[in-house]
Structures are given as structure tokens and as C-alpha cells.
């Protein structure tokens, strides 16, 4: 379904939408073998890394001349911390697949001047072309990457400070201890996201039900950053029937 210029998949099980999303990435693999992508952390997109890794170990896919842009990361943590969000995507797919490690890009949240690192990122995008299929999760205050809930956004990658539903709902990467959770992240910022060629935000189970029909049938404001997807051309949201519930709710 089309709502608010914005194409709505709606998949039976969070299974579902996680083996169509790796065919998805496959297949713009397949056809573009130089692809920039732009890629999320999070519990949701576990099983879809686990599904691109199972189709990479059939040989139906080759990283090997890809790029990658990961969305954010935490500040104050060294790159191999098991909290950071590196350690999350080498153990869920950069370890697993035939990426060049070259071609692999994170912002260091540990860098000694995080401005000039944010600067870096940004460039190192523009350098590789800009990014050709974002995707993205969903917080359930309605933040994408680390851009969170507030009375304005910020373009381009930053420093910013983490609410405390979203230290909370990241504390799992770091033993349950809350007061280990990093206060602050770096992120692209809404411009870096809406610059991307094409975007798929993946969002399931009930507890994002709100924040979807939000981001789909809100209005477009600050206090839901989602909301500013509706702006992009080419994006797609996709949900499981729990997420996507509050939509059909309401008729769309
Ligand atoms: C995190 C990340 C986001 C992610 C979101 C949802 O804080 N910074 O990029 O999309 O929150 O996470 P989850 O999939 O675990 O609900």
C-alpha cells in the first residue's frame, strides 16, 4: 500500500520480512556489485543479517566489491568494546561474509576530536558516491539512527545525547547495566539519510506499532525524526503484522 508517499509492506511474521529483506540487499547486490549501503543496528535486523550470511554462504551473493556506511555509534568506546556497535555488526555479518575491509566504514566514536570525525564520515560518504540503499530500524520514540526526539534536528552527522528510553532500551549490549550505556553517539544526521539513493526501514513487534503509524500517518515534526522520511522519494517501510497494526486500524 502507498500512504503519504511512502510504499508500506506488510509481512506475516518478523521471519517474513527479514528473508525478503536479504533477497532484497542480494539482489541490489547482484545488480550493482559496487553497491553503497548504509546499514542499521538493533535486535530487528538480527534475523536479516542472519539471513543475508546464509544466502552469502549459498553463493548467491558477493560482498566483495561493496561498500558500507554504518548509521552511528556510540561515543567514549574503543572500536572492538563488546558494547559498540562494531563489535555488533562484525559478529553478526562483517565476520561472516567477503566484505573488503577497506570497504567497510564506522564512524569512531572514540576518535579524539569527534567534530573532525563527523566532518570525516560525512566526506567519506560524498567520496564513495553518496549512499544507494539505506536501511534503516526504528526506535519506539520514533529516532532513526541516533537522531532523537526534539524541538529540532541536525542535517549532517553529530554528536548527540542519548534519551533514556533509548540507553535503556540499548543497555542488553552492555550486560543490562544501565549505567554502563554511553550518554552520548554519533549519527548521520536526518540530511545524510533523506541523501540516500533509496531507503528501507524494517520495524516489527507491538511495541512499534506507535511509533509506525506515527512515521507513516503523522505529521512531519522533530518530535518524531521518522516523520521526516515522508520527504524521500523512494522509501519503503517495512513492518510484521505487529508492528503495522496501528495501520490498518485506521484504514490505511
Ligand atoms: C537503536 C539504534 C537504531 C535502531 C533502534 C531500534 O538505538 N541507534 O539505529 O534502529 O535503536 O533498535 P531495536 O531494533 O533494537 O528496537
Redesign the pocket.
Known amino acids: 500500500m502507498h500512504v503519504n508517499g511512502m510504499t508500506v509492506r506488510r509481512f506475516a511474521t518478523p521471519a517474513a520480512a527479514a528473508g525478503a529483506l536479504a533477497s532484497r540487499v542480494a539482489g541490489c547486490v547482484q545488480a550493482n556489485p559496487q553497491l553503497v549501503l548504509g546499514l542499521?543496528?538493533?535486535?530487528?535486523?538480527v534475523r536479516f543479517y542472519a539471513e543475508l550470511v546464509s544466502q552469502f554462504r549459498q553463493g548467491r551473493v558477493d560482498f566483495s566489491r561493496a561498500t558500507t556506511f554504518n548509521?552511528?555509534e556510540f561515543v567514549g568506546l574503543a572500536p572492538d568494546h563488546p558494547g559498540s556497535?562494531r563489535t555488533f555488526m562484525h559478529q553478526h555479518f562483517f565476520g561472516h561474509v567477503n566484505l573488503d575491509r577497506r570497504h567497510i566504514h564506522f564512524l569512531n566514536g572514540a576518535a579524539a576530536n569527534l567534530d573532525a570525525e563527523c566532518a570525516r564520515y560525512e566526506r567519506r560518504i560524498a567520496r564513495a558516491g553518496g549512499l544507494d540503499l539505506l536501511l534503516?530500524?526504528?526506535?519506539?520514540n520514533g529516532?532513526?539512527?541516533?537522531n532523537e526526539p526534539g524541538r529540532s534536528l541536525v542535517a549532517s552527522t553529530h554528536i548527540t545525547r542519548?534519551t533514556a528510553t533509548?540507553r535503556t532500551?540499548?543497555a542488553a549490549l552492555f550486560g543490562h547495566q544501565l549505567a554502563d550505556v554511553p550518554h552520548e553517539?554519533l549519527?548521520m544526521g536526518m540530511a545524510t539519510i533523506l541523501h540516500a539513493r533509496r531507503i528501507v526501514l524494517l520495524a516489527t513487534?507491538s511495541?512499534?506499532a506507535r511509533a509506525v503509524r506515527r512515521l507513516v500517518l503523522g505529521p512531519i515534526t522533530p518530535e518524531v525524526p521518522a516523520s521526516f522520511l515522508q520527504l524521500h522519494r523512494a522509501v519503503e517501510v517495512w513492518v510484521d503484522d505487529a508492528a503495522g497494526g496501528a495501520l490498518s486500524e485506521h484504514g490505511a
Do not use: E, I, M
Request: without cysteine; proline residues 7%.
Open positions: 542499521p543496528t538493533g535486535r530487528t535486523p548509521l552511528d556497535y534503516l530500524g526504528l526506535g519506539a529516532h532513526v539512527g541516533f542519548l533509548t532500551a540499548n553517539a549519527s513487534g511495541a512499534k
